[in-house]
Structure formats: C-alpha cells, structure tokens
C-alpha cells in the first residue's frame, strides 16, 4: 500500500488532483492509516480540494480508529479550536496531552512507520 501512496502523493505534487484523491480513497477503503489522514487534512482545510467537513470529520475518525496518532492529535486541535461546541472543546484539551508520551514512543520507536506517517 505504501508504493499506492507515494503514486498519491507524486500525482498530488503534479497537480493531477482528481486522481490522487482517487488513489488515495482507494488507499483509505482498504484500511490505510496516512490515506485517511491525508483525506481528513485535505478535505478540512486545503485549497486544492473541494472543502468537505463531514468527510473530513469521516476520514478522521476512521484514521483515529485506525491509531494513526496524528490524526488523533490533529482532530484534538481543531476541537481546541472550538470548531464543534465548547464542551468538546474543553473536554478535548486533556485527549490531547493524553497523546503526548505514546505519541513520542512512537516516534523514537518507528520513526517510519504507518501510525504516524503525515
């Protein structure tokens, strides 16, 4: 799957946009954690792509499923920032440092690896 993605990302640099978004939906149906993520990130808040909350909300959550800790981390800051209520804001601000110690475990152990892949 990684060999899909880097097609993904190369297609994304060449600004061929619909069919790397296409890889990468392909990519997040099959379970891949930095698919979903890169999803999530593009369909929030990149120009490129057409803005879809609740896709982004979707592809998230999936990749949070998944423990991909920068999905978790990041979905933690736009709770912070208040895009879905005041409760959630507060109640996200301690999933974030909750996230701290795994999340450099994981970094000094598989710098490399899927679950923390941007």
Do not use: C, T
């Amino acid at each position: 799957m990684a060999g899909s993605f880097q097609l993904a990302e190369y297609l994304e640099e060449n600004q061929v946009f619909s069919e790397a978004e296409s890889e990468y939906v392909s990519l997040a149906e099959r379970g891949y954690p930095p698919a979903m993520y890169r999803l999530a990130r593009k369909y929030w808040s990149d120009s490129n792509y057409e803005a879809n909350k609740s896709q982004s909300v979707k592809y998230f959550k999936m990749a949070i499923a998944s423990g991909h800790l920068h999905a978790k981390a990041d979905f933690a800051k736009l709770k912070r920032a208040g895009n879905f209520g005041f409760w959630n804001r507060i109640a996200d601000v301690f999933d974030f440092f909750e996230l701290l110690v795994p999340m450099a475990i994981m970094l000094y152990q598989y710098p490399d690896g899927d679950l923390v892949r941007r």
